[in-house]
């Protein structure tokens, strides 16, 4: 089933004994390498035409120039700071355990596997919820609709997590 989901789902790993872990991550569309290359290709042209517009005596246009490369740089640092969050869904043999990596901050709830329940019900911005006894975390917050629904029923089927 896993082997369906896309590409936010990275990977699913088999632990024995039952156990398995799953590795949720936003898409990206650039690595850090891409956008720091994508950061000087801008500069140079920015910095080219600017020295150009200099040379004609509009010198005004260099420090705007410069302010609009900063302003790139920490666009695309904040947007790499949103898909380097991670999940890592661990399904042992007694427990479901969630960690919520973001920003260098590590969050970890933990399910009794056997009462654990899932709550969702499809439609735009709806969340896709795992509990029980009265405590319910949210799972897989970047994630499409469509994914969601496909995470509900590999928990279903992987860890036999009732719910839906």
Avoid: Y
Avoid at 108 to 129: K, Y
């Amino acid at each position: 089933m896993l082997s369906l989901l896309l590409t936010m789902i990275l990977k699913k790993t088999s632990m024995g004994g039952g156990s398995c872990q799953l590795i949720l991550k936003p898409n990206a569309s650039l690595n850090q390498g891409q956008a720091r290359m994508l950061v000087m290709l801008f500069g140079l042209v920015m910095a080219m035409m600017g020295f150009g517009f200099a040379l004609v005596g509009a010198w005004p246009i260099l420090p705007f120039s410069g302010g609009e490369l900063l302003l790139l740089g920490v666009a695309l640092r904040c947007s790499m700071r949103k898909t380097a969050a991670r999940e890592v869904i661990t399904i042992a043999n007694d427990a479901i355990k969630i960690e919520h990596h973001s920003g260098g901050e590590v969050k970890i709830a933990e399910v009794p596997r056997f009462w654990a329940r899932i709550d969702w019900s499809p439609g735009v911005g709806r969340q896709l919820m795992i509990g029980s006894h009265g405590k319910w975390f949210e799972i897989g917050a970047f994630l499409g609709e469509e994914e969601k629904r496909m995470l509900a029923k590999a928990l279903q089927q992987d860890a036999g997590v009732t719910g839906l």
